[in-house]
């Protein structure tokens, strides 16, 4: 009963001032609560981010220290001991577990290996493409007028460019094709939907009354952006982001599949899908397991997209 | 608490100035003394002279052209004395929340000039607009939207003072924050909370503070207890009151609740499709109203006391207000007044006092833009 | 197909029926909702009944569980994570509660009619108001197009919105928000009702137009004999067209009172401090009574009274015990009819 003590204080003075959150607030008075807690709050109960959240953190250490996993050298080639050499599913962790690719080399170290290329290439290309976004969109949202049309009528012209075969037409000018080359390019061509979703935000954003009452007291445009926009602003362009980042990571095996992606002698499980399609018929596996970790890490990073999404909505609530 | 009175003011506008001074832009230092300079109560503190502000309607999507212009405001003159209550009082569209944006330069006006000691703010800018900024603050009407909810109610109240970081030295805001919650009446504990674990009327207290924050001179409010349920209303309402007494506001209370405007306001006035159609002291304008759109107003608040409506007189008005892109000519309300006459079509009445009233002493004896202003109280029962 | 004739044929099958009892009866409704802060009570055992062509106001604020007692009654409530854990609603006798879902959309909708406070996004922006009118005929009177749009028209007349015939095919944004909210009361009133439930009708529109629609409703309740609820949080409003009233707090119905008595003698320290806390039109007070203090957070309800840590008058009992809502009688103990006070110091507020 801590409202009684109300009751004692003098009256001229709101009780709502003397009873600390007594009579309303949260369930853990002490405790301030924002977006983002709440977020976590949902996020920690949601089995589905568990899940991704475990698979993306193994996948993330085997980009970073894929010599913990095994000690297998992915360019490793012995074709006259291995070649084509079928797993041992018995034998985990070891280099033989997996079996051996046509030229004899580890597809357990490989598939290792070709992690760091995926997920260097589905986080950067993310990063890049979010602050790019984030800036176009927000400049032309908050500025409106001749800065939007311009900025808007640029990024209907990208948006207007199959992300894959515009990648393609970059990468073909290039001769050497590192995984920079790629991640810039892909960058180039997908920022317009974060862009987009900025930009609407921030249009809503821009109309409240604490923006209106933050001009009011005479604060900067870089102050406004930073302090009252962007915050507020954010939470719908990360839920792009985290789902666009499952969908680079495929694109990217998709055009080292192709053979304009990532070239050897960088290790990725596009191009491992890209050679093994030939040997289909006498060692699927050697098609089968980059693949299957393709799609692991796709689901991973989809799944995690969208327990972010249902956590930061607040619709779904 | 004595940091936050008003007497410190000249004390502390004094080095201000002089460090402005060396400062190439002799001009714009002068403006800033006179923003800074004290003004006595009973002065006028702020001037508006023939404010206009029309919206352009546009068509057409690459090249735009003009097919027309909402008049939300069009020609308003009023004073605001220091210490005063002005209370403004309107239905929605009749462009009393353009006015709170103009005198805010939040909205660059079409025409006129607003005074604020002698300072065109209009056509300021830079400094010496910045300065104004930290003397004329606002309270707005839905305490939800108005404060950031990603910032903690210390960084929202604290946040004038990163902007003017004169006012308060680095070291000192926090402690300039809490005396703020403690004036508004909330617990200066909750310094680390967010805005929604607060209910509506202590929203609008940290709104207040905010206000109160830069020690400004006037403070308008936009609807400032709308959005609060009956019993919170009143607390603020007082609270209101008291920081008006103790820091020597000026208030420019805008509101369409007659009953809440009558019970803050020393003057008031009554505006009607971007015009002022009335304006006096709010005896005058409740007890005396001349304009017959006043008479309609106040004869359609409901009245919770069926005793004192009993002989009270109904004015039901027919239709709605015309558009302010399409304003009737002549009088505006006109079209729905129950007095209207040819003259009313052809001529504008001008806002003054009506002639049969110039020579007398009565409290009709105020401002009233009407061709036939005759009193009339539907106030007070008959 | 026959047009019906409103002013001859209303009535009568209604007298028939009306003979006994009240309309609506709700019964000890309690509502909850859960929330990730616990379990919201929002309506905690709130009895009320309306007869046809009695208006009822329902006065309370935000919070008050107003609105949610509305809601429940129209079948309209988010379940979950609303839950309606005890209670009857009964129309003419049935409990709406316990009825299959084909015989409740039959009552609701036809029987009971609803208008919002919001009017523009209670219609659809993409039809135009004389489609959306002619809707209601068309699909529970099996109306012809034709014939609907007839009614639709007579019906707007019936509203008073001027030249009905031509602004038939306009679209909702293109009428202002009086006209707006009455059509919202036309397409209430289309199947012809036996209770309209009104939520805040008139909060969004201008003083002026204010007294126009809520003067409309009134001339329509008593023309169609209908029983009305009307759930507002302004005092003033309900002066004028309610019968009897009821406030509201925390969930529970704190006062009830014809209309008259609850104004000049109120009985629940509550209603006293909100009439206190509005200024006056005609004279100018000095600071203004408040109500201290906050409505309380309806997931931790005060034990006892809930106005307890706000009320000038409380006592130990009221922090402990729930103070029914009695019947008030006059200082000689003669009754007074439909009064009812949920105080245990109502002959200290009323006579004291």
Redesign the interface.
């Known amino acids: ?1 801590p ?2 003590t ?2 004692t204080k003098s ?1 001229d ?9 007594a ?5 853990a008075p002490g405790k ?4 983002w807690s709440d977020a976590w ?1 949902d996020l920690r109960r949601n089995p589905l981010f568990l899940i991704s959240m475990v698979l993306i953190l193994l996948l993330a250490v085997m980009a970073i220290f894929p010599g913990l996993f095994t000690s297998a050298s992915p360019r490793d080639a012995n074709l006259a001991e291995h070649y084509l050499q079928h797993p041992k599913w018995g034998n985990f962790f070891a280099p033989d577990w997996l079996g051996y690719d046509v030229q004899g080399r580890s597809i357990y170290a490989r598939v290792v290996y070709g992690a760091r290329a995926s997920i260097t290439v589905g986080v950067v290309v993310t990063i890049a493409v979010t602050l790019t976004g984030l800036v176009i969109g927000m400049l032309a949202g908050y500025f409106g007028g001749w800065l939007d ?1 311009i900025l808007s009528r640029i990024t209907d012209v990208f948006f207007g460019v199959p992300f894959i075969v515009g990648a393609m037409v970059i990468l073909t000018t290039f001769e050497e094709r590192s995984v920079w080359v790629v991640i810039l390019s892909m960058a180039f061509l997908g920022w317009t939907s974060i862009a987009r979703v900025a930009r609407g935000s921030v249009i809503t954003i821009k109309q ?3 923006v ?9 445009t870089t ?1 406004i952006l930073t ?2 926009i962007l ?2 602003a954010i939470a719908p362009v990360i839920v792009v982001a985290t789902i666009a980042l499952g969908g680079y990571i495929a694109a990217e095996a998709t055009l080292s599949f192709l053979g304009i992606g990532l070239a050897e002698p960088t290790v990725s499980w596009g191009i491992d899908v890209s050679t093994a399609k030939d040997q289909l018929r006498n060692a699927p596996y050697v098609l089968v397991i980059p693949s299957v970790m393709v799609s692991i890490t796709v689901l991973s990073f989809l799944m995690f997209g969208d327990a972010v999404r249902n956590a930061l909505d607040p619709k779904m609530r | 608490m004595a940091e936050l009175k008003k007497e410190q003011e000249p004390v502390d506008a004094t080095p201000h100035v002089s460090e402005v001074e060396t400062v190439d832009a002799a001009t714009e230092a002068e403006a800033v003394a006179a923003i800074d300079a004290p003004v006595s109560q009973g002065e006028p503190i702020l001037q508006v002279r023939n404010l206009v502000k029309h919206f352009p309607l546009t068509q057409g999507i690459l090249f735009k052209k003009q097919i027309g212009a909402v008049k939300a405001v069009d020609g308003i003159s009023f004073d605001l004395y220091a210490g005063e209550t002005l209370g403004i009082v309107g239905e929605s569209g009749c462009g009393k929340s353009t006015v709170a944006k103009l005198l805010m330069t939040l909205e660059r006006a079409t025409a006129g000039e607003v005074f604020y000691k002698g300072q065109d703010i209009t056509k300021l800018s830079g400094r010496a607009l910045k300065a104004v900024r930290r003397n004329i603050q606002m309270v707005f009407q839905d305490p939800y939207t108005s404060l950031n909810p990603r910032m903690t109610v210390g960084d929202i109240i604290g946040e004038p003072f990163d902007i003017h970081p004169e006012v308060a030295p680095k070291g000192d805001r926090r402690r300039r924050v809490q005396e703020l919650l403690d004036v508004v009446g909330l617990n200066p504990e909750y310094i680390n909370r967010y805005p929604h674990q607060f209910s509506g009327g202590q929203r609008q207290r940290i709104g207040i503070a905010r206000g109160l924050a830069l020690n400004p001179e006037i403070i308008i409010c936009d609807e400032p207890v709308s959005a609060l349920d009956v019993s919170v209303q009143a607390q603020v309402i007082n609270l209101m009151e008291k920081l008006q007494d103790e820091f020597n506001l000026s208030y420019l209370f805008i509101a369409h609740d007659l009953s809440i405007v009558r019970h803050i306001s020393d003057r008031v006035g009554v505006m009607y499709l971007g015009k002022m159609a009335e304006i006096g002291t709010d005896t005058q304008i409740y007890d005396h109203p001349t304009h017959p759109y006043t008479q309609a107003l106040l004869s359609a608040v409901p009245v919770p006391d069926p005793s004192a409506r009993e002989g009270r007189e109904r004015i039901i008005l027919t239709g709605d207000v015309p558009s302010p892109a399409n304003p009737p000519s002549g009088c505006r309300f006109r079209t729905r007044c129950w007095k209207a006459e040819e003259r009313c079509a052809t001529e504008e009445p001008l806002l003054a006092i009506p002639e049969r009233f110039v020579a007398g002493t009565t409290p009709a004896s105020h401002e009233s833009a009407c061709h036939f202003a005759e009193e009339k109280d539907v106030v007070h029962a008959a | 197909m026959t047009t019906i004739d409103k002013t001859a044929h209303v009535p009568a099958p209604r007298e028939s029926v009306s003979g006994d009892g009240p309309l609506l009866d709700v019964r000890d409704l309690h509502v909850e909702f859960h929330t990730r802060d616990g379990v919201a009570k929002a309506v905690n055992g709130v009895n009320y009944t309306v007869s046809a062509g009695e208006t009822l106001a329902v006065l309370g604020e935000s919070g008050s569980g107003k609105s949610v007692t509305a809601q429940t009654i129209m079948g309209i409530l988010d379940m979950p994570p609303g839950k309606i854990t005890q209670g009857e609603i009964l129309f003419r006798g049935q409990d709406m509660l316990k009825m299959s879902n084909e015989e409740r959309r039959k009552v609701r909708g036809r029987k009971i009619a609803m208008i919002f406070q919001d009017a523009l996004s209670s219609l659809n922006p993409v039809l135009s108001v004389g489609y959306q009118l002619g809707e209601m005929f068309r699909v529970h009177q099996g109306m012809s197009r034709k014939d609907a749009k007839a009614k639709s028209i007579e019906l707007m007349d019936q509203v008073k919105i001027p030249a009905a015939a031509a602004r038939i095919s306009d679209y909702p944004h293109q009428f202002s928000g009086g006209m707006r909210q009455r059509i919202m009361i036309a397409m209430a009133l289309a199947l012809e009702p036996d209770l309209i439930i009104a939520d805040e009708p008139t909060t969004a529109l201008d003083v002026t137009v204010q007294a126009q629609v809520m003067d409309l409703l009134a001339e329509l309740q008593r023309e169609y004999n209908m029983g009305l609820i009307l759930i507002t949080h302004d005092l003033g409003v309900v002066a004028d067209v309610a019968d009897k009233i009821a406030v509201m707090y925390a969930g529970r119905i704190v006062e009830t009172a014809p209309v008259g008595e609850l104004y000049s003698r109120p009985a629940h320290p509550y209603t006293k401090g909100l009439l206190d806390s509005i200024p006056r039109l005609d004279q100018k007070g000095q600071e203004l009574y408040a109500i201290k203090g906050l409505p309380p957070n309806l997931t931790r309800i005060p034990a006892g009274c809930a106005f307890s840590p706000r009320c000038p008058k409380a006592q130990d009992i009221c922090r402990t015990d729930v103070p029914p809502l009695a019947p008030v009688t006059e200082q000689d103990g003669l009754e007074l009819v439909g009064r009812g006070s949920a105080c245990h110091f109502w002959k200290e507020t009323i006579h004291g």
């Open positions: 009963m409202d009684t109300a009751l009256t003075v709101p009780a709502e001032a003397q009873t600390p959150a009579t309303d607030a949260g369930p301030p609560r924002s977006l709050h049309t409240a009354d604490y209106v009452a933050a001009k009011a007291l005479g604060a900067s102050r302090r009252h915050p507020n």
